[in-house]
C-alpha cells in the first residue's frame, strides 16, 4: 500500500479562487510529520508547511493551510487567493521513523497546478 | 546566506562509467539525503547519513553509494551508470532536533545515462 496518496494528477483553479489538493497517508506511528513541498517549473523544490501529528491546530503559512484530519488520515493543502505563481508540481510527504529509528520522508507522486487568469 | 548546493546540474555520461554528484551544505544540518525524481514516481529515497561516518540505504539504492567525512558534504557515487539511472537527483539536508526536521533542497542535478 502507497504511504502517500495523492489522488489528483491535475488541478485548474481560477486566479483568486481557493483550492484544495488532496493527500491521505498510512502510519501505524503515532509520532509522524506531514509536509508541502512545491516544485515550480524551474524545479526547484520549496518547502510550503508542516503539520505534526500531535498539532491540535491546523497550520497555517500565510495564504497555505493544512486541513490535518487525523481520524481520517488526510493532510490537504488549501491554497487561498490563487495566483498565476502558484502554478507548480505539489508534493506532499510523510515523516516516520523507521525500523533503523532515523526518520525519513516519504512522497507523494504529487500534483500539477495550473492557475488561469 | 546558509545554503545546499549540487554540481553539476547537468552532466551526460555513459553507460558503466562511473558518476559522482556532489552536494553542500552550509547549513550545518546534521541530516543528509539524496533522492531521485522520475516521471510518476515522485521523489524517492537513495541513502542518507544522521551524522559524520553514517551511511543509510534507502529505497532505492541498489547501484548507488555515498560516503559522509565530513558535516557538510555527501557525494553521491553511481558506480557503473545505468540508463535506469537517467533522472533528476536531489540532495536535502535537515538538522537533528526534535520535531519538525524539515529538509531543504538543493536545485538538483539532471543526469543522462546514454
Known amino acids: 500500500a502507497q504511504k502517500i496518496t495523492q489522488t489528483q494528477p491535475g488541478m485548474f483553479v481560477q486566479e483568486k479562487e481557493a483550492v484544495t489538493l488532496d493527500c491521505t497517508y498510512d502510519?501505524?506511528?503515532?509520532?509522524?510529520?506531514l509536509f508541502w513541498y512545491k516544485q515550480p517549473s524551474s524545479g526547484e523544490m520549496i518547502f510550503l508547511i508542516y503539520q505534526g501529528s500531535y498539532d491540535e491546530q491546523n497550520a497555517t503559512e500565510g495564504r497555505y493551510s493544512l486541513n490535518f484530519q487525523k481520524a481520517r488520515k488526510s493532510a490537504n493543502l488549501v491554497i487561498s487567493a490563487s495566483q498565476l505563481g502558484d502554478s507548480a508540481m505539489y508534493f506532499c510527504a510523510m515523516r516516520e521513523r523507521g525500523n533503523s529509528g532515523y526518520s525519513t520522508l516519504t512522497f507523494g507522486k504529487g500534483t500539477m497546478l495550473l492557475v488561469s487568469p | 546566506d546558509a545554503e545546499i548546493t549540487q554540481s553539476p546540474r547537468h552532466k551526460i555520461t555513459e553507460t558503466g562509467r562511473q558518476v559522482t554528484l556532489a552536494c553542500h551544505q552550509t547549513w550545518n544540518h546534521n541530516n543528509m539525503f539524496w533522492y531521485r525524481q522520475d516521471l510518476g514516481h515522485g521523489l524517492r529515497l537513495i541513502h542518507y547519513s544522521y551524522g559524520v561516518q553514517d551511511t543509510n540505504k534507502g529505497e532505492v539504492s541498489d547501484g548507488y553509494s555515498v560516503s559522509r567525512s565530513n558535516t557538510e558534504d555527501l557525494p553521491l557515487t553511481l558506480e557503473s551508470a545505468a540508463s535506469s539511472q537517467t533522472s533528476v537527483y536531489f540532495c536535502a539536508s535537515s538538522e537533528s532536533r526534535r520535531g519538525r526536521e524539515t529538509q531543504y533542497f538543493g536545485p538538483g542535478t539532471r543526469l543522462l545515462v546514454l
Open positions: 502510519t501505524s506511528d503515532q509520532s509522524y510529520g
